[in-house]
């Protein structure tokens, strides 16, 4: 009974486990790994994203308020806010609108217009960097069951093929080689489940982070519009 109970434990299981079980489980401890890895490092450039973003747009919003076109420029730039997605996207339209403000252009070319395609440039790249990573998460929330069940179907082969070549019978023969062909599955779904989860919960603070790149964008572009309003007037004073 008491060796029941060895052979029953993880050591025990794994100690008799043929060569293909422990490459699955092996497989699923590196999937798990590599999935934590990426939660971490994702986490992290999301927090600091968030915060930093916060930071911005509390010093951005009075210059542009000023129409202090250099000022919000150079804060944008910044290497504090190095992880912002709002520093990238603002940063993006102000420059692109500041450079064809500085060029002799024809006067039906639409600097709003200019502005606008960088900022929508540099929207969707950051969103692509935001979503580094989670397509591993995807894939390895929904393949570990299937590695997990392909070690399970090889063990219980290998339990039947014992008890063919033992020739014992009865559920008592193969209940240890199931059990450990079973393991492989629970740890399949023990990989995938948090995998789901992360996976999930990221890609909304993706969505967020796109909302929020959205609704700065617009507020850039109203102030690129009433800028240009301000300078028509005042060409319009003068003549």
Same mark, same amino acid.
């Given at each position: 009974?008491?060796?029941?109970? *060895?052979?029953?434990?993880?050591? /025990?299981?794994?100690?008799?486990?043929?060569?293909?079980?422990?490459?699955?489980?092996?497989?699923?401890?590196?999937?798990?790994?590599?999935?934590?890895?990426?939660?971490?490092?994702?986490?992290?450039?999301?927090?600091?994203?968030?915060?930093?973003?916060?930071?911005?747009?509390?010093?951005?919003?009075?210059?542009?308020?000023?129409?202090?076109?250099? =000022?919000?420029?150079?804060?944008?730039?910044?290497?504090?806010?190095?992880?912002?997605?709002?520093?990238?996207?603002?940063?993006?339209?102000?420059?692109?609108?500041?450079?064809?403000?500085?060029?002799?252009?024809?006067?039906?070319?639409?600097?709003?217009?200019?502005?606008?395609?960088?900022?929508?440039?540099? *929207?969707?790249?950051?969103?692509?960097?935001?979503?580094?990573?989670?397509?591993?998460?995807?894939?390895?929330?929904?393949?570990?069951?299937?590695?997990?069940?392909?070690?399970?179907?090889?063990?219980?082969?290998?339990?039947?093929? =014992?008890?063919?070549? *033992?020739?014992?019978? =009865?559920?008592?023969?193969?209940?240890? /080689?199931?059990?450990?062909?079973?393991?492989?599955?629970?740890?399949?779904?023990?990989?995938?489940?948090?995998?789901?989860?992360?996976?999930?919960?990221?890609?909304?603070?993706?969505?967020?982070?796109?909302?929020?790149?959205?609704?700065?964008?617009?507020?850039?572009?109203?102030?690129?519009?009433?800028?240009?309003?301000?300078?028509?007037?005042?060409?319009?004073?003068?003549?």
């Amino acid at each position: 009974m008491e060796g029941m109970n *060895t052979n029953f434990s993880l050591l /025990g299981m794994w100690a008799t486990m043929n060569w293909v079980a422990r490459g699955v489980v092996i497989v699923l401890a590196i999937m798990s790994i590599w999935s934590l890895t990426i939660a971490i490092e994702r986490l992290w450039r999301f927090q600091n994203a968030k915060k930093q973003s916060l930071t911005l747009a509390k010093e951005v919003t009075p210059l542009l308020q000023r129409h202090d076109l250099d =000022g919000a420029v150079n804060r944008t730039r910044d290497k504090r806010f190095r992880h912002s997605h709002l520093a990238r996207v603002l940063n993006a339209g102000l420059t692109e609108f500041q450079y064809e403000k500085s060029q002799q252009l024809p006067e039906d070319f639409d600097i709003v217009e200019s502005g606008k395609r960088a900022i929508e440039r540099e *929207t969707l790249m950051t969103t692509a960097e935001f979503k580094k990573g989670l397509g591993n998460l995807a894939t390895i929330s929904t393949t570990a069951p299937f590695v997990g069940l392909f070690g399970t179907v090889a063990g219980i082969i290998h339990a039947f093929q =014992g008890m063919a070549l *033992t020739g014992s019978g =009865g559920l008592g023969a193969v209940s240890a /080689g199931i059990a450990e062909a079973l393991v492989t599955t629970a740890f399949g779904l023990f990989v995938a489940i948090p995998a789901v989860w992360l996976y999930n919960y990221f890609l909304n603070k993706v969505d967020r982070f796109q909302v929020e790149m959205s609704n700065s964008s617009s507020q850039l572009i109203d102030f690129f519009i009433k800028n240009e309003a301000r300078a028509r007037a005042a060409g319009a004073a003068r003549a």
